[in-house]
């Protein structure tokens, strides 16, 4: 991935990276056992540089969905993979046609629809649902109001299914304050709150609302938001919000949340540097990371470990034991926290006597999910 075809929305870059480590690795796991269906509901293509698209969310699945198959093959296994791409504005959608028609995979169909995705929604579930497969749908409209639970409701309670949905945070927080406007069927009935609190407070509180709103919808067990950060700014730009009714779904989206953060850095850093060096007129003299700048990523991880470390202690408070997958499952619904950090917490409840740690060989092994650990309160 060049960040030149990138240059300008580096967001999108991201999002595509992002979109990609985890297509890949669902792909590879659950084609083992099963076909997949995914479906983009606003394919586009937007903004594409270049003569193969692969630098839209299109190109970008069908090539991950490419090498997941070759790699299926390669294990002696077969499914089916069949992708509906949808995009509503004719000029895209004669190119988004003109490419699903050039395009053959093998064991892969591609459909493409000219549709307002928002009125063809039992013609995505009925893809979605026949023949059998496992179902994973990518929703990233322009403005928020295509992200609406009241919009996606069918959408998101597909099941077996798992959605990835682009929520534009910081469009969101410039119209929430606007009396005219009613995020009742995006933030809940309670939406109104939200006008308490300001700057980047009030964004977390939207996404927080949002995450939860999906997984009440959807019977989501859980929901993960990835920060996408803007190239130029101290700001987030968008979350992109993942939910899953399976534990190995977190893990592996954490891995690609891990990934993504590193690569915001290296193309942040990139830019930061083009920039000083413009001003300057100067070539800097260290590498980019050297000089890089950021601070609300890092503030957004400070507040996340305290908000998930107090939410840990207050599952662990409401049963008389609690296995360690639910700590981790729990902790991990934040952004920007890890498993490193849950770990360090109950080491720290443990040597203050608060926690009582069970299911380990030794008192020094690693606590770590699918191993029954459990943990209880001393009372
Ligand atoms: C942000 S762009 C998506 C870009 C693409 N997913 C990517 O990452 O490369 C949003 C796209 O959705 C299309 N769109 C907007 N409303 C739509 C709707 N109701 N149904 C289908 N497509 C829609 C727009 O024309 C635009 O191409």
Redesign the pocket.
């Known amino acids: 991935m060049s960040s030149d075809e990138y240059s300008d929305r580096e967001q999108?870059q991201i999002?595509?990276f992002a979109l990609g480590l985890y297509l890949n690795v669902a792909a590879r796991i659950l084609g083992q056992s099963r076909d997949i269906a995914y479906v983009?509901?606003?394919?586009?293509?937007?903004k594409?540089e270049t003569p193969d698209y692969r630098d839209?969310?299109?190109g970008v699945a069908l090539r991950v969905l490419r090498d997941a198959r070759v790699f299926l093959r390669s294990k002696g296994k077969n499914p089916k993979f069949r992708m509906l791409l949808?995009?509503?504005?004719p000029g895209?959608f004669a190119k988004l046609k003109a490419f699903a028609g050039q395009t053959s995979v093998p064991e892969t169909t591609i459909r493409a629809e000219k549709?307002?995705?928002?009125e063809h929604l039992d013609e995505i579930v009925g893809f979605a649902r026949q023949p059998p497969a496992f179902p994973f749908v990518?929703i990233?409209?322009?403005g928020w109001k295509?992200a609406q639970l009241n919009v996606i409701k069918p959408i998101l309670q597909l099941n077996p299914g798992e959605v990835l949905i682009n929520l534009m945070s910081s469009f969101i927080t410039r119209f929430v304050n606007d009396a005219h406007q009613d995020f009742t069927n995006l933030l809940g009935a309670k939406f109104a709150e939200l006008r308490d609190l300001h700057g980047e407070e009030q964004e977390d509180e939207v996404v927080r609302r949002y995450c939860e709103a999906i997984r009440q919808v959807g019977g989501f067990r859980y929901v993960c938001a990835l920060p996408v950060m803007k190239a130029d700014r101290d700001s987030f730009q968008f979350h992109l919000i993942y939910a899953t009714r399976h534990l190995k779904g977190v893990e592996k989206f954490k891995e690609v949340e891990r990934r993504a953060a590193r690569q915001t850095e290296v193309i942040r850093a990139e830019k930061q540097q083009k920039k000083r060096e413009k001003r300057s007129r100067n070539l800097d003299l260290f590498t980019p990371e050297i000089r890089y700048q950021e601070t609300r990523y890092q503030r957004l991880k400070g507040k996340n470990k305290g908000l998930a470390g107090s939410a840990v202690m207050n599952l662990i408070k409401t049963r008389d034991s609690l296995s360690y997958d639910e700590c981790w499952a729990e902790a991990m619904q934040f952004a920007a926290v890890y498993e490193s950090d849950l770990r360090g917490w109950l080491a720290a409840a443990e040597s203050q006597n608060l926690v009582r740690i069970a299911g380990r060989k030794t008192s020094t092994e690693v606590l770590k999910i699918r191993a029954n650990h459990t943990i209880s309160l001393v009372r």
């Open positions: 999108s999002k595509h983009d509901c606003c394919a586009g293509p937007w594409s839209t969310s299109f949808i995009e509503d504005d895209a549709w307002d995705f928002t990518f990233d409209p322009t295509l």
